[in-house]
């Protein structure tokens, strides 16, 4: 990829970033990881990435408010949960704030491959 896309990875179990990283950098992608909502605010702040993967039930903000804190300043980019969270309301109410797709936990590899993959090849998010 000539001008590499970021991808902003939230998840607070380290371990699920690093191996996101890893995956995706080996893809060409320029790859950021977050270990908290807070930690994610400021790294979207600052890098403006592409894509976003984020887990929903974390300490201190949960991935909800982050994305809620996200759209008050700029336009929501392609944004995939990751959640062990399978509630059908709560899915609900995250696609009608604009999440792009969200992925039960454990996850299919693929899958999020494919998602990211096709995310990649829509436009940039502009800022507000």
């Not at 990829?1 to 320029?30: N, P």
């Not at 990435?49 to 336009?75: A, F, Q, S, V």
């Not at 609900?92 to 491959?113: A, C, F, M, Q, T």
Request: one cysteine or more.
């Amino acid at each position: 990829m000539a001008d590499k896309i970021k991808l902003l990875v939230v998840d607070d179990e380290e371990l699920v970033c690093h191996y996101i990283e890893r995956r995706f950098r080996r893809k060409g992608f320029e790859v950021l990881f977050a270990l908290s909502g807070e930690e994610a605010l400021v790294a979207f702040e600052k890098e403006k990435p592409d894509i976003l993967i984020l887990d929903i039930m974390m300490k201190g903000i949960d991935g909800l408010e982050t994305i809620k804190r996200i759209k008050e300043r700029y336009d929501l980019p392609k944004t995939i949960i990751v959640s062990a969270l399978d509630n059908q309301e709560k899915i609900e109410e995250l696609k009608k704030i604009g999440v792009s797709d969200y992925l039960i936990k454990p996850i299919l590899l693929r899958e999020l491959d494919n998602l990211v993959m096709s995310f990649a090849k829509a436009p940039k998010a502009r800022l507000r």
